[in-house]
């Protein structure tokens, strides 16, 4: 099972369909994503595809020489754009490929719009969401419920949308579980089996031995997870930095050169990456200076051009040589941006009190060190946030609960109330009372063996105490132990034996540290393959707009 293969092969069959000749894709403002998520534009160039555009772009110039091959979502909005493109078309011929299901009533809409008859093929290519990582996948969707912790009907039936691409671009046809507590997954599960037997044709793949199970999950039983700082390399690019769409941000870098100020990191294409972004900081460090040691290696050959035969050698080598420059660049940004965030603000400190706060449980010791941090002017305000909302949540019910001084030292930081309202939303979102399971007692381990991570310079003691609980549900469903009472089925049918494939997808959005999870699962749990996505890959940020929006009805109007 991997995700990102699947979304490429849906491409370069688009690609193939439209045959030889010059190219133009169109897309629209999500399946732009999707594409560069799985393609590079140089890969593509390859392919005879000369011409990106969004069909969104009433601007675009008239050229009849250019095939079109339309990937789009079929919404209402792309609908519309498409009947006026076709009524007035700005190319020879268009190959368009919805991501979904479109109603025959959208179909006969498009056909009467065709009056110069340029549309050669409208087929339904099932690559509606973002293809992260081979095994992890999200919908990009920033928020999922609405103020009461409701769905919002769009947003509930774009994750059923996003669902189904994913089970038919796996060619999976699933046994449904899902969290019971919820009635979050509860509506989602009985959504997509209504899909699944009504276009059971679609869904009609070879039976294995054991059906694939999709296993459904909300955010709000685990709000601990996102509020922790993590220390892989994909984490802390995401938290510190933020990830979008593979693409990375260091403008706001000192000193960074200008075409460094925004970086793509893709395992797809980045090798390094790829081998590295699973690696606790202190690792990165020794490999960074691993790779720019064999970088200088490779300048030194490269300078000794004195014969034909070196001049001959020198054009063959120069563009792996151009690629490997290119990489040490960026990543010597990326890692000395980290390295600076992670001094100045005190995060391993943070990180410490943090890895207490949801593995431990001294009150005092707790509350002191939160105090600590809080008084402490190079703390983000962020990071000061997250401590305060992890102590609401670790000491809800304790009869010596501080949050109100907490609150109060917040204030007197300057952080705008907006933002002091999440610690009391995020009780609202994920309180004791919200939870299906014990969080803080026999579901997730009160004390893991504290690891030295070692590398860096300055990073010698980074604690990761915590454990998500996804880890525990997943090693419980791969031992037959999830309860059935917890996690019922959605249809009747139901598995008994060990299972093989399992799709996971947490509504409210996943985590670097779940990726990390599932990842580690798949490469010692033989026999075994799992795929994880959510609505969203959420950093902090992305997590404290999901609790706004579905504590107060609002995101954030900005990031803090």
Wanted: aromatic share 8%; proline share 3%.
């Amino acid at each position: 099972m991997n995700v990102v293969q699947a979304v490429r092969l849906y491409i370069s069959k688009m690609i193939q369909e439209s045959g030889a000749g010059m190219k133009v894709l169109l897309l629209d403002k999500e399946t732009i994503g999707i594409t560069s998520m799985v393609y590079s534009q140089s890969e593509i160039l390859q392919k005879e595809v000369f011409l990106f555009e969004k069909l969104e772009t009433s601007s675009r110039e008239s050229m009849k020489h250019l095939k079109a091959i339309c990937f789009l979502r079929p919404t209402h909005e792309n609908m519309e754009l498409l009947i006026h493109e076709l009524k007035n078309p700005k190319y020879g011929l268009y190959y368009i490929y919805f991501s979904n299901f479109v109603p025959q009533s959208d179909i006969r809409r498009l056909a009467e719009a065709d009056d110069q008859e340029v549309v050669r093929e409208i087929q339904e290519f099932f690559g509606d969401y973002f293809a992260i990582n081979p095994h992890v996948f999200s919908l990009n969707m920033k928020v999922s419920l609405r103020a009461g912790g409701q769905w919002e009907h769009a947003n509930l039936q774009r994750s059923v949308k996003g669902l189904v691409g994913v089970l038919l671009s796996l060619k999976k046809s699933p046994v449904i579980r899902y969290q019971g507590a919820s009635g979050t997954v509860r509506a989602l599960a009985q959504d997509l089996q209504q899909i699944i037997s009504r276009e059971a044709s679609l869904f009609d793949f070879r039976r294995p031995d054991v059906p694939p199970i999709l296993l459904l999950l909300d955010r709000r039983d685990d709000p601990v997870t996102p509020l922790l700082n993590q220390w892989t390399y994909q984490a802390m690019v995401h938290e510190l930095l933020g990830i979008r769409n593979n693409r990375v941000d260091l403008s706001g870098a000192p000193g960074v050169s200008k075409e460094l100020q925004e970086v793509v990191l893709s395992a797809e294409q980045d090798e390094f990456y790829q081998d590295n972004m699973y690696l606790n900081f202190g690792e990165i460090g020794a490999n960074i200076k691993t790779l720019v040691d064999h970088f200088q290696v490779k300048s030194k050959n490269q300078a000794k051009v004195e014969t034909i035969a070196d001049m001959k050698q020198f054009i063959e080598t120069y563009p792996a040589f151009k690629r490997m420059s290119g990489t040490v660049s960026k990543h010597v940004a990326v890692v000395s941006e980290l390295s600076r965030l992670v001094g100045e603000k005190s995060i391993l400190e943070v990180s410490e009190v943090e890895q207490d706060l949801a593995c431990q449980s001294d009150h005092s010791n707790a509350l002191q060190n939160v105090r600590r941090l809080l008084s402490n002017d190079r703390v983000r305000a962020m990071d000061c946030l997250g401590l305060v909302m992890l102590y609401a949540l670790r000491y809800e019910k304790h009869s010596s609960n501080e949050v109100d001084s907490l609150v109060e030292m917040l204030s007197r930081r300057g952080v705008p109330e907006k933002y002091i309202r999440l610690v009391s939303g995020i009780i609202d979102y994920a309180g004791k009372n919200k939870r299906a399971g014990d969080l803080f007692g026999a579901r997730t381990p009160l004390a893991f063996g504290k690891k030295l991570l070692k590398g860096l310079k300055g990073v010698e003691n980074i604690y990761t105490q915590h454990i998500t609980p996804l880890s525990e549900t997943l090693d419980a469903l791969i031992k037959g132990k999830l309860k059935e009472a917890q996690f019922p089925y959605a249809g009747q049918q139901t598995v008994r034996d060990r299972p093989q494939d399992i799709i996971v997808f947490v509504a409210g959005g996943i985590t670097c540290e779940e990726t990390l999870a599932v990842h580690n699962l798949n490469k010692t749990v033989a026999g075994v393959r799992i795929v994880v996505g959510g609505t969203h890959l959420h950093n902090r940020q992305s997590f404290l707009d999901e609790i706004a929006a579905a504590a107060y009805g609002r995101s954030r109007e900005q990031s803090l």
